[in-house]
């Protein structure tokens, strides 16, 4: 369940940055300007993590404990900053707020501590 919701987040990442760098290359008329080179870099930024969270998501499914604990490190990060947004006026954040609670919460169980700790092998979730 965590690895769909990692690569759906991707699939957004990715499409978001490769819309703003189709958008950025279509659109260029007037050179490299300071604005230009600044969406590029966030394009690029997006493409990537995009790439990382299909990483993270396939690690998920094959129960790797680095995966485990980067998906924590993620979601208390988005946790933060979603916060920070919210007390900014940003309401929408509230969704990104509740759904990373939820996997935070969910990833703290023992049972799916268990699931990937390295001498174990599959468990039954």
């Not at 499409?15 to 189709?22: E, N």
């Not at 396939?58 to 680095?66: R, V």
């Not at 996997?103 to 699931?115: E, F, Q, S, W």
Request: aromatic content about 10%.
């Amino acid at each position: 369940m965590i690895a769909f919701l990692d690569a759906i987040v991707a699939l957004q990442l990715i499409a978001f940055g490769g819309s703003i760098l189709i958008v950025l290359i279509v659109k260029t008329t007037e050179g490299f300007t300071p604005s230009w080179l600044i969406t590029l870099g966030l394009s690029l930024v997006l493409l990537s993590i995009g790439c990382a969270f299909i990483y993270i998501a396939h690690g998920m499914i094959k129960l790797k404990p680095w995966a485990w604990t980067t998906n924590r490190v993620l979601a208390a990060i988005i946790v933060v900053i979603g916060i920070l947004s919210t007390l900014s006026g940003d309401m929408w954040s509230v969704v990104y707020v509740a759904i990373n609670a939820v996997i935070l919460v969910y990833l703290g169980t023992d049972h799916v501590k268990t699931a990937f700790e390295p001498s174990v092998g599959p468990v039954d979730l």
